[in-house]
Structure formats: C-alpha cells, structure tokens
C-alpha cells in the first residue's frame, strides 16, 4: 500500500465515496426494476409499490448527492493538504498532477457536480408537478450519473493508489507560470483583451438573465466559464497572491489568502451549473425557472465582485496596478 | 356538479409475515358535494381505515380514489399534506389536543403552516371557537377541559381551516348523551353550511340526527348496504 492511502484524511475521503458509492448502486438496481415496471396511469397494487418505492429511492438518491456534493471540496482540501507529502508540490497544483489520474478526475468531479444539480432540479420540478410528469428522465439520468460516479469511484482510488511520493512533481509556478515566452492564453488573447471578454461576457449574463433569454443565457454561461478561468488564474490570481509571477489556480484554497479559493471557485461553479441548469430547464421543460436563475445570476455576480475587489483594494492601497 | 369523493375498487391489506389481511375489499363509494354519510358497522369493519384513507393519512393497496378531483392515493407526500391541510377536517374519538397549549392556540396549530398573516391565523380561529361553543374557555389549558369541552375544541380545530371535508371518527364514544346532542346540532349547523361531512360511528344517537343522512353499512372490509336514514 502506498503510504499516501495511510493518510487519514485520504482514508476518510476514500472511504465516503465508496460507501456513497454502495448506497447509489442500491438505489441504481431498484430504479432499473421500477422503470422497466412503472406505468403511472395503473391504480394496480404493483404500480401503487412502485410508487411508494420510487419516493424512497429518490430520497436516498437526494440524499447521497447531497454529501457527494460536500466531498468535492473535501477532496480539494484532501491534495491541498498532501502538498506537504509530495515533494515538489506546494499546493493542490503539483498533487492533482502527481499522476495521470489527476486532471481528469477532477474535471470528471465538476462534470458529476453539473450532474446531480442538474438531477436534483429535474427531481425538485417533478415532485411538484404531481403526477411525475419527468419520472423517466430523471431516473435515465440518475443511470448515466451512475455509471460516471462508478468511473469517478474507480479513478479516485487509481489515483491515490498509483501515488509515487519518491517522484518529484513540478509546482504551480512551473505548470502555470510563463511557458519560455509561449502565450498561455487561448485563441492568442492578451489580458486587456481577456478582461474586456470577461466583462463583456458578464454583462451579456447579465442582460440575457434579466430578460429570460434562454439561449443567450446558456451562450452568455459556456463561454464566460472559460474566460473566467483563464481571467482568475492569469490575472486576478495574481492579485491575491499580491505577485504578478504568481499564476495558480489552486494556492488560494490555501490559508495565507483565507480559504478565499473556495469562495472564488465555489461560486463561479455553483453560479455557472445553475444558471446553465435553469435556462436548459426552461427550454426542454417549460418549467418556471426563475428563481435558480437569479440564484445564479446572484453567484456569478458574487464572483465578478471578489475578482473586482481584489484588484479594486489593491489599488486603493498602493497607487498602482500590478 | 363532479361528485367531492370518488372510490372505485379501493383495496386495503395488512402483511404481516406470510398472512394477508384483507381490511378493506373492493370499496365503491362516491359521496356528493354537501352530502353527510354514516358509515357504520361493527368493530373492525374497517371503518377507521376507509376514513384514514380518504383524509390522505393512508394509502390504499390498489384502486382508485378522487377526492376534490385529484388522485390523492398518487400525490407525493410534500403535496398530500398540502392537501390535507387545505381540504380536510378530521374530529377523533381521542381528541389528540395539545395538553400544555391553550383552547386559542390548539385551534391556530392547523393554520400555521398555510397562514399569510397573524391577523388571519386570529379571525380564523375566533371564527372557529364561535362555531363550535368553545370561544367562552378561549384561554383555558387543554388539560383542565372536560370530555365534552376537549371534542369542542377538536371540532373548532378542524373548522379552522375552513375545509370541504369533515371526517368524524367515533366522535360520540367519549360523550354523556346531553354533549353527544350538543355534537349533533353543531354538526347540523356544518350540513347547512354545505360541508361534506363523513361519520364512522355505532352510535344510535345518530338516527336522531335533525337532518338527512345516507348511512353506509360496512361488514368485513365490504360495503355491504347503502341506504338513507329516511327510508
Ligand atoms: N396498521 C394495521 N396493521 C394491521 N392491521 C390493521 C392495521 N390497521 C387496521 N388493521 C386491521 O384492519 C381491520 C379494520 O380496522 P379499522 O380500525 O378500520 O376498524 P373499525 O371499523 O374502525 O373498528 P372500530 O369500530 O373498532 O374502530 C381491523 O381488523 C384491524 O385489526
Ligand atoms: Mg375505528
């Protein structure tokens, strides 16, 4: 065994997302059996258990997404800590990258993220409309979902598995830092132009929430995702770690900067799923999804405002920009 | 106008190991609108769990039942408490009171969950103690109510929702006769405002009943008999 599967935060992690694990594939194998069965317009005892099953299983579903969505920054917070075991590594950067199972993983986590939201909102619209008008849906994606927690499962215990401590790894600065004068940004922006598309994309968010334009909301959402990415790890980054060398997504989950990644990550995400579930909701639904698409739009502006601040305070502090 | 309850081969079983018993069989029963229905029969006829079923508080094994239009037996239970809070009043023979609160507050419990202000919650529930004679003890504890005064108290607590329904169960086993005459008139008054009013009783106080009542005879788990108290 690797001594890194030693560490107890590892073990209780691991542990979590296995019996997750167990609970959901219960609940996978009683689902099968009441879609292959389930025929709402019966009043047949068979139907009416089906019935009452299916309100158990969902609640267990909710339940076990519910906690798999607190185990994601649990397992951030799990790298972030073995920074001091992996040398190299000075924060959840060089951890994520120690082996090949790393990075998919965690895009594999955010893709699962979008998932249960997604779910629980189905879930949520067809309770409420009584008569489970989106039954079928909902369980076919609780089946896909399925099988990518499987995959999830198998590729969390890989990676902590496959953990060579003796292998130094490179740390943030060198994965993100200036690449020998190569443009790290995409499509050849530079940062006055990527700044000007984060805004504008925010502002087209914006305009597009305000007057539930669903498609310019899903476009405004998609994009603006990815601009934000690159906006927070090659400029307002460096804001907080108050160096403009300084080019990482992952040091500011640390405590010198309060956690403050956590906030900064957690609502862009959180505000991006939502609103992308919301306006995705209203076009293959017609559901009345007002309010998550203010809660997102709510988030997202959140994190345009922290990102603002911290260059706004630097300013105000010291006369000049980085 | 639709009929208010409507159940077509409603069954009801209890499992307990490899035995099955059948508490209810087959059941057909539409109740109109305004109509009082006496259902009777004797103990563990399954009078209790046909009320139970129809306020939505059990689910039947099979078969169907509408009440208000809406297939209740089907709701998710976020719904069927709604349901139940909007539409159904329910008086028992235990009168399930909250010992500790005062008549006032046993009777606002049902509104706190569908209120939108404590202005209404006030009316409602002086409203409710006028109709069922209890307003003159607003303040009194539970505990130190007598028999009669405590079902008062019930049926103002059912009342206080307003709702179309009135499901009494036994509501007479606990009273003197004089209060079992004073339940009847109060229940006289509810039939002449249009509620629908269901009642699983042996009593024979109600052949005395001031006002016209089919009664449903139940033997077994099977309406055996349905007939109106004046024939
Ligand atoms: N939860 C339960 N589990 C098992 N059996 C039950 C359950 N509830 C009711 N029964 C049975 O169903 C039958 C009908 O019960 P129910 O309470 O409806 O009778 P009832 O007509 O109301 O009788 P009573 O006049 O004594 O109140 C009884 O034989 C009872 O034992
Ligand atoms: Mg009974």
Redesign the interface.
């Known amino acids: 065994m690797t001594p890194v599967l030693l560490n107890t935060q590892v073990l209780v992690y691991l542990l979590s997302e296995s019996v997750l694990w167990v609970l959901l594939a219960i609940a996978f194998g009683v689902s099968v059996h009441i879609l292959w069965r389930w025929d709402?317009g019966s009043?047949?005892?068979e139907q009416?258990a089906l019935?009452?099953r299916a309100?158990l299983v969902m609640t267990i579903i909710l339940a076990a997404f519910v906690l798999k969505f607190l185990l994601l920054p649990f397992f951030v917070f799990t790298i972030d800590r073995l920074s001091d075991l992996v040398p190299g590594a000075m924060c959840a950067a060089g951890v994520i990258s120690a082996n090949g199972y790393g990075l998919p993983l965690l895009f594999l986590k955010l893709l699962i993220l979008f998932g249960l939201l997604l779910w629980m909102a189905i879930n949520h619209y067809d309770?409420e409309a009584?008569?489970?008008p989106w039954f079928r849906l909902k369980m076919g994606l609780f089946a896909f979902l399925f099988v990518l927690v499987s995959i999830e499962l198998w590729m969390d215990w890989a990676y902590f598995f496959h953990f060579d401590l003796s292998r130094p790894v490179s740390c943030c600065s060198a994965l993100f830092g200036q690449l020998e004068g190569a443009n790290p940004l995409p499509f050849g922006l530079d940062i006055p132009k990527l700044l000007l598309l984060f805004y504008l994309l925010y502002l087209l968010i914006v305009v597009a929430a305000l007057a539930h334009q669903s498609w310019l909301e899903l476009a405004g959402y998609g994009l603006f995702v990815f601009v934000a990415y690159y906006a927070v790890v090659y400029f307002f980054g460096t804001y907080v770690y108050e160096l403009p060398t300084h080019k990482c997504p992952f040091c500011m989950m640390q405590r010198p900067y309060h956690y403050v990644g956590y906030l900064i990550w957690g609502s862009l995400f959180g505000g991006v799923f939502l609103g992308l579930i919301a306006a995705l909701l209203r076009l293959g639904l017609g559901v009345d999804t007002r309010r998550m698409e203010r809660i997102g739009l709510g988030l997202v502006s959140l994190f345009v405002l922290v990102c603002t601040l911290y260059v706004g305070v630097y300013y105000l502090r010291n006369g000049v920009l980085l | 106008m639709n009929p208010i309850i409507e159940i077509r081969n409603l069954n009801r079983h209890f499992d307990s190991g490899e035995e099955r018993f059948h508490a209810l069989k087959e059941i057909d029963l539409t109740v109109e609108r305004g109509e009082c229905v006496i259902l009777r029969g004797i103990s563990g006829s399954g009078k209790t769990t046909l009320l139970s079923i129809i306020a939505g508080l059990d689910h039947p094994s099979s078969g169907e039942i509408r009440v208000e239009g809406e297939a209740i037996a089907k709701l998710p239970d976020r719904h069927l408490s709604r349901f139940r809070g909007r539409h159904i009043g329910m008086i028992f023979q235990h009168y399930n009171l909250m010992e500790e609160l005062s008549v006032r507050e046993n009777v606002a419990v049902p509104l706190i969950p569908m209120a939108q202000n404590m202005r209404q919650v006030t009316r409602r529930v002086e409203e409710a103690m006028e109709r069922a004679n209890i307003a003159h003890k607003a303040d009194q504890k539970a505990a130190r109510l007598s028999g009669g005064e405590k079902q008062r108290v019930a049926i103002a607590r059912a009342l206080a929702t307003d709702p179309e329904i009135i499901l009494c169960d036994e509501p007479t086993a606990n009273l003197d006769r004089a209060n079992a005459r004073r339940f009847l008139e109060i229940l006289s008054r509810l039939h002449e405002m249009g509620k629908t009013i269901l009642i699983a009783t042996h009593d024979p106080i109600f052949e005395e009943l001031p006002f016209e009542a089919r009664v449903v005879e139940m033997e077994n788990g099977a309406i055996v008999d349905g007939r109106s108290s004046e024939e």
């Open positions: 709402f009043t047949s005892e009416y019935e009452r309100y309770l009584k008569t489970y």
